[in-house]
Every structure is written in C-alpha cells, then in structure tokens.
Antibody, heavy 118, light 113 residues
Framework: QVQLQQPGAELVRPGASVKLSCKASGYTFTNYWMNWVKQRPGQGLEWIGMIDPSDSETHYNQMFKDKATLTVDKSSSTAYMQLSSLTSEDSAVYYC???????????WGQGTLVTVSA | DIVMSQSPSSLAVSVGEKVTMSCKSSQSLLYSSNQKNYLAWYQQKPGQSPKLLIYWASTRESGVPDRFTGSGSGTDFTLTISSVKAEDLAVYYCQQYCSYPCTFGGGTKLEIK
C-alpha cells in the first residue's frame, strides 16, 4: 500500500532554514508527481508546489517561489522540501501528497509540524 | 489564480440529518473537451491528514461511503451527506485542479450536536 512517511516535528530558529523529508513506499516513486501543502494552525490548505521525481522538473506556487525548494533522491524514494529564511509565518504543518493520474491529492503523509521560535 | 469559496464556514447537525455544503469557483471548472469538472472534495478529521472523498465533482473515491455525494458543474458545486454519522465530524475542503496553482476552498467545519 502507498505510504508517505514524514517526521513529526521540527523546531527551528527564526532566519534559519529547514529541510523536510517525505519517504515514499508501496509504489514506483518516479511514476507520480509529489506535492507539498502547507496548513497553518486552524487554517486551510495551501499548495506549495510539485516535483516530478523522474527528472526533478518542478512547478511552484508563485507565493512560495522564494521560500521553498523541492528536490528528490530517487535512490531512497524520498522527496525533500527546503524552507529558507524562516519566520513565524512559516510555522505550520507541511504535508507531502502524491497525485493520482490527475492532479488529485490521492495520498497524504502525516505531516511535519514546523515551529519557528527563538 | 482560481479562487474557491465555501459556505457555510461551519454547521452543526444531529446524527441522521442530511447536510449540504457549497463550493463556488471564480472560473468554470468544466472542460468542454471531456465534459469533466476538475473539482475534488477532501475530508480532514481532527488531528489527521486530509483524505480524498470525491473527484471529477461526483466520482466517489474507492472505499468512501455512499452517503457522501458530490454534484454540480461549472462554478457551483455541492457536497451532500445523506445521513450524518458522528464519525463525519471534520472539515471538508473543495479543491480545483483545472489550472495551476491548485487551490482549495477555506473549508466547511461540520460539528455534531
């Protein structure tokens, strides 16, 4: 069965960067785009961007273009998202989510809670 | 960007009642080439990740109970729960996948009286 494993939490200092991971299993990693979605506490869902693991082609939401960088490691079937210059506005749960055959978020990780605090 | 608007923002119902919630898009989500509406619904229970319920506006994902029904076309869509169960306590989001960036509605929070 498809699984997307994410660490539970990260505590980072303001101004620092953090690299979040999403380890995929149960399917051929390179066959489906991987997405990242942000959810601030008590708020809705925001699509950050997506990456094609087969060739690392990326597409970003303009809102996150200078904030997030998506990469993959095909050898370990892991997707990564680096967030830079962190502020309190970046404190949120970040989900990785795999597309189905259309841009529908068919599978979700459990999310990583990023807390930006001194 | 396509703006998705959901209403109401919250509602409280008793077990067994019928519930309807609305999702409106700022542009049509209907593709004339295939007559499909690029609209999905997700359920997010407290403390959990979102779960796909419905896609193509009305196609139920495998394993989703048939009390959940999606309808609508173009810019106006509805999610109906025919007979609410206590386990349906959740926030429901609509999402358009017609064009990038993918965008979500603000959600409808379903509470059980």
């Amino acid at each position: 069965q498809v699984q997307l494993q994410q660490p539970g939490a990260e505590l980072v200092r303001p101004g620092a960067s953090v690299k979040l991971s999403c380890k995929a299993s149960g399917y051929t990693f390179t066959n489906y785009w991987m997405n990242w979605v942000k959810q601030r506490p008590g708020q809705g869902l925001e699509w950050i961007g997506m990456i094609d693991p087969s060739d690392s082609e990326t597409h970003y939401n303009q809102m996150f273009k200078d904030k997030a960088t998506l990469t993959v490691d095909k050898s370990s079937s892991t997707a990564y998202m680096q967030l830079s210059s962190l502020t309190s506005e970046d404190s949120a749960v970040y989900y990785c989510a795999r597309f189905a055959n259309y841009p529908i978020f068919a599978y979700w990780g459990q999310g990583t809670l990023v807390t930006v605090s001194a | 960007d396509i703006v998705m608007s959901q209403s109401p923002s919250s509602l409280a119902v008793s077990v067994g009642e019928k519930v309807t919630m609305s999702c409106k898009s700022s542009q049509s989500l209907l593709y004339s080439s295939n007559q499909k509406n690029y609209l999905a619904w997700y359920q997010q229970k407290p403390g959990q990740s979102p779960k796909l319920l419905i896609y193509w506006a009305s196609t139920r994902e495998s394993g989703v109970p048939d009390r959940f029904t999606g309808s609508g076309s173009g810019t106006d869509f509805t999610l109906t729960i025919s007979s609410v169960k206590a386990e349906d306590l959740a926030v429901y989001y609509c999402q358009q996948y017609c064009s990038y960036p993918c965008t979500f509605g603000g959600g409808t929070k379903l509470e059980i009286k």
